[in-house]
């Protein structure tokens, strides 16, 4: 499915790099068609050695632009300008235009920078991240493995930056290297046309900036964005209309209490006020939970399975209600700390014990 969208933007992209470059050297092109209209019309009024129609007419003057005549010259007088003027002005048009015209349309590697804003002017609906350092390329990689279209907005300050950004475009994701708090530049990555906009610099004035040129040319854009003051995370949801402004404490302080508190606990987050808990229990033949159907370990502990690894690396995303825990098993629990601190407690474990 990604490799069909892939192809396609690509097509689409070759199409309209073709059309500016012929809107880019449409004056030199003009030239060498007039020239070959001339130089044929020319050749059939004035050349007497043979009788020409239109298409040898033009044929002769090409092959006399590239210097390889294939009449002989002529003896009239009036023919012969021809014969030296097409060669001398049709390989100065040629070299100068044609040529470089087929380099630029095939040779993408010689205006790579401007071959990604015309991939990226073939997305619609998509996301654009602003910012390519270690979490804005994270955050790719995972759109990219959820099957989201992106394209990428970023400066190239150092060598890390230049990694990241030639990894991504090797993945097909259009990048471009400019500063995304101008709006021509969030225009070029398609702002009008996006789903959502997700800004991961590292710099909290740079990021709202961003956000406030992104809310001029689309008021209607989702925004998230990364912040590390909590305050200015607060007043960005609330007066720039940013749907999520995630500080970078916010996120790392309750996953980094929840690790110090048990070892089960892989991480954590906040919605709204309220704070969750992602566990991961590996239950062993002794568990009072082996036996339990999923159903029954929910509505005993009000924690939610969101995924099961049975022993033979089987995966089940949220196993249905009936499915029996078994030996040897791997949960995956969401709940409020309470609830997760519930399932380690020896009276818990007990209940269980009883109910059976």
Same mark, same amino acid.
């Given at each position: ?43 059939? @009024? ?7 129609? +239109?298409? *040898? &007419? $033009?044929?002769?003057?090409?092959? =006399?632009? !590239? ?17 030296? @003027? ?7 048009? +040629?070299? *100068? &235009? $044609?040529?470089?015209?087929?380099? =630029?349309? !095939? ?36 759109? =990219? ?212």
């Amino acid at each position: 499915m990604r490799r069909g969208k892939r192809r396609s933007h690509i097509l689409k992209a070759y199409w309209r790099d073709t059309w500016i470059l012929l809107r880019q050297f449409r004056h030199s092109l003009f030239a060498f068609t007039f020239l070959l209209l001339l130089g044929a019309l020319w050749l059939m @009024l004035f050349y007497t050695e043979k009788r020409l129609d +239109f298409g *040898e &007419a $033009i044929y002769a003057t090409l092959m =006399l632009v !590239f210097l390889n005549p294939t009449l002989d010259f002529p003896q009239s007088g009036f023919a012969r300008p021809a014969f030296f @003027l097409v060669p001398i002005v049709g390989v100065g048009i +040629f070299t *100068e &235009a $044609i040529i470089r015209f087929g380099i =630029l349309l !095939f040779a993408k590697s010689y205006r790579e920078e401007e071959w990604q804003r015309v991939m990226a002017s073939t997305y619609r609906n998509h996301t654009i991240i602003v910012g390519i350092g270690r979490v804005g390329y994270r955050v790719a990689e995972e759109l =990219l493995n959820a099957g989201e279209e992106i394209a990428a907005v970023t400066l190239a300050d150092d060598e890390e930056s230049a990694y990241l950004i030639r990894k991504l475009r090797d993945k097909g994701v259009p990048v471009i290297v400019d500063d995304a708090r101008r709006t021509e530049v969030l225009k070029d990555a398609q702002i009008e046309h996006a789903r959502c906009l997700l800004i991961c610099t590292g710099n909290d004035l740079t990021n709202l900036e961003i956000a406030l040129a992104a809310r001029e040319v689309n008021p209607n854009i989702r925004i998230v964005m990364r912040l590390f003051s909590d305050a200015l995370a607060e007043r960005a949801q609330k007066f720039l209309g940013v749907q999520a402004a995630l500080s970078t404490s916010a996120i790392a302080a309750p996953a980094m209490v929840a690790a110090a508190i048990s070892q089960t606990v892989a991480h954590a987050f906040y919605v709204g006020e309220h704070l969750f808990h992602v566990a991961e229990v590996n239950l062993d033949e002794n568990n009072p939970l082996v036996g339990l159907t999923v159903g029954e370990l929910e509505r005993q502990s009000s924690v939610s399975v969101i995924l099961l690894r049975h022993s033979n690396g089987e995966l089940v995303h949220l196993p249905p209600a009936d499915l029996t825990l078994r030996p040897n098993d791997t949960l995956v629990l969401v709940g409020t700390p309470e609830q997760i601190a519930l399932l380690r407690t020896e009276k818990f474990n007990a209940d269980i014990r009883k109910g059976r």
